[in-house]
T-cell receptor
Framework: KNEVEQSPQNLTAQEGEFITINCSYSVGISALHWLQQHPGGGIVSLFMLSSGKKKHGRLIATINIQEKHSSLHITASHPRDSAVYICADLSRNYGGSQGNLIFGKGTKLSVKP | KAGVTQTPRYLIKTRGQQVTLSCSPISGHRSVSWYQQTPGQGLQFLFEYFSETQRNKGNFPGRFSGRQFSNSRSEMNVSTLELGDSALYLC????????????FGPGTRLTVT
C-alpha cells in the first residue's frame, strides 16, 4: 500500500512570499494530483502530473519520479491562496479492485496581508 | 458546461437510518468517484463508477453502496447510519476515470445524531 506524506502540515506566510509544499510517496505512481480546498469544503483539482513540471498562473507543480517526491510552489502568494492543499496518488493498480486514490493529510496555508 | 452538482447539500439524520446522496457529473463524463472527508481521517476514497459499473472500491463496510445510471448520474447509499458516518461526502466526475482530471462537486455535509 502506498503512503503519501505532506509537509508542512501548517504554513503561515506573508503576502508576496514564495511558498513550497512537499509531497512524498512510497511506491510508484501513475499520476499525482494536487488539490485545493477552500473553507466551506469545495475542492478544485490544480494539477495532475506524472512527470516533469506544470505551471498555471502563479502555481507550479513538479514531480521527481526517481525520488518519489512532488512539490507545489506558489509565487507571489496572496491572501486568496489561503486554503488546504492536498496531494493524492492515483494507484498504479487503478482499474482493478485494488485501485484507489491515496490522499495526503493536507497542508493548511494561511497568507497574511 | 455546468459543473458537478450534488444534492442535498446538507443533511441531518438519526443513527440507524439510511441516506441516499446524489451526484450529477459534468455532461459527457462517464466516471464518477465518491469520497468521504472527516477531520480525523481526511479524504478517503469510497468507490468509482464507470459506465454503470463499479470499477474500484475503497476500504469501507458494505453499508456504503452506490450505483450509476445510464445518464452517468450516480447515487450513494449509506444504511444503518452510525455517528462516525458524519462527514463531508464529495463526488468527482472525470471523462474516463483513471489518470484523467477529476472535477469535484461541492459536497454533501451529513450529520448523524
Amino acid at each position: 500500500k502506498n503512503e503519501v506524506e505532506q509537509s508542512p502540515q501548517n504554513l503561515t506566510a506573508q503576502e508576496g512570499e514564495f511558498i513550497t509544499i512537499n509531497c512524498s510517496y512510497s511506491v510508484g505512481i501513475s499520476a499525482l494530483h494536487w488539490l485545493q480546498q477552500h473553507p466551506g469544503g469545495g475542492i478544485v483539482s490544480l494539477f495532475m502530473l506524472s512527470s516533469g513540471k506544470k505551471k498555471h498562473g502563479r502555481l507550479i507543480a513538479t514531480i521527481n519520479i526517481q525520488e518519489k517526491h512532488s512539490s507545489l510552489h506558489i509565487t507571489a502568494s496572496h491572501p486568496r491562496d489561503s486554503a488546504v492543499y492536498i496531494c493524492a496518488d492515483l494507484s498504479r493498480n487503478y482499474g482493478g479492485s485494488q485501485g484507489n486514490l491515496i490522499f495526503g493529510k493536507g497542508t493548511k496555508l494561511s497568507v497574511k496581508p | 458546461k455546468a459543473g458537478v452538482t450534488q444534492t442535498p447539500r446538507y443533511l441531518i439524520k438519526t443513527r440507524g437510518q439510511q441516506v441516499t446522496l446524489s451526484c450529477s457529473p459534468i455532461s459527457g463524463h462517464r466516471s464518477v468517484s465518491w469520497y468521504q472527508q472527516t477531520p480525523g481521517q481526511g479524504l478517503q476514497f469510497l468507490f468509482e463508477y464507470f459506465s454503470e459499473t463499479q470499477r474500484n472500491k475503497g476500504n469501507f463496510p458494505g453499508r456504503f453502496s452506490g450505483r450509476q445510471f445510464s445518464n452517468s448520474r450516480s447515487e450513494m447509499n449509506v444504511s444503518t447510519l452510525e455517528l462516525g458516518d458524519s462527514a463531508l461526502y464529495l463526488c468527482a466526475s472525470s471523462l474516463r476515470g483513471g489518470p484523467y482530471e477529476q472535477y469535484f462537486g461541492p459536497g454533501t455535509r451529513l450529520t448523524v445524531t
